[in-house]
Antibody, heavy 124, light 110 residues
Framework: QVQLLESGPGLVKPSQTLSLTCTVA??????????WNWIRQHPGKGLEWIGY???????YNSPPLKSRLTISADTSKNQFSLKLNSVTAADSAVYYC????????????????WGQGILVTVPS | QSVLTQPPSVSAAPGQKVTISCSGS????????VSWYQQIPGTAPKLLIY???KRPSGIPDRFSGSKSGTSATLGITGLQTGDEANYYC???????????FGTGTKVTVL
């Protein structure tokens, strides 16, 4: 069974950088044809995909966040991370990491394993 | 802003059936696989359906998925109190170059 666990500060000051890490157990982030994703959920709202790092090391970021976002991996620790610059209160959300598999090889992703989520607050 | 539209809520009595629609466009549902997720409040989403109509191991056959054109549907039969949750559809959007999710539907068991 694959397990993911998010970690990082729960409070980030405006204009600073939000940094989160996802530690993966039960699978290697470098093996298989999987993408390791970040997804967030604003309080009481729906899900918003942020981006991923593929097992090959390539990354793909959501266009609206692309200019502020960096997703990277530490393969020695089997972890991947998110850094979001210049945060505002609008970045306050529960952040999830999740594994995705591309069913067809043409961006047909389904998110089969999720972390428990971590609440990050940016005060206004 | 979600590009996949779902009804805000559906409800039915225990043992009954509910269906949840997910409306998109040719840039997402019309040409990509749809997945469905169940999110019990306070917990992470859980994959229910992938590739339009396939169930992961451990998901009961009370849950089913279908797709026609630019819309998809999740069906839940034999409704149970444990099915009370928010349900989201998801797909890749080729115009946005992003994974997108539906607006979410709250299922209430009366």
């Amino acid at each position: 069974q694959v397990q993911l666990l998010e970690s990082g500060p729960g409070l980030v000051k405006p204009s600073q950088t939000l940094s989160l890490t996802c530690t993966v157990a039960g699978d290697f982030i470098t093996s298989g044809n999987y993408c390791w994703n970040w997804i967030r959920q604003h309080p009481g709202k729906g899900l918003e995909w942020i981006g991923y790092i593929h097992s090959s090391g390539s990354t793909y970021n959501s266009p609206p966040l692309k200019s502020r976002l960096t997703i990277s991996a530490d393969t020695s620790k089997n972890q991947f991370s998110l850094k979001l610059n210049s945060v505002t209160a609008a970045d306050s959300a529960v952040y999830y990491c999740a594994r995705a598999r591309d069913s067809s090889g043409y961006y047909d992703y389904n998110f089969d394993f999720w972390g428990q989520g971590i609440l990050v607050t940016v005060p206004s | 802003q979600s590009v996949l539209t779902q009804p805000p809520s559906v409800s039915a009595a225990p043992g009954q059936k509910v269906t949840i629609s997910c409306s998109g466009s040719s840039s997402n549902i019309g040409n990509k696989y749809v997945s469905w997720y169940q999110q019990i409040p306070g917990t992470a989403p859980k994959l229910l359906i992938y590739d339009n109509n396939k169930r992961p191991s451990g998901i009961p056959d009370r849950f089913s998925g279908s797709k026609s054109g630019t819309s998809a549907t999740l069906g839940i039969t034999g409704l149970q109190t444990g099915d009370e949750a928010n349900y989201y559809c998801g797909a890749w959007d080729t115009s946005l170059s992003a994974s997108v999710f539906g607006t979410g539907t709250k299922v209430t068991v009366l």
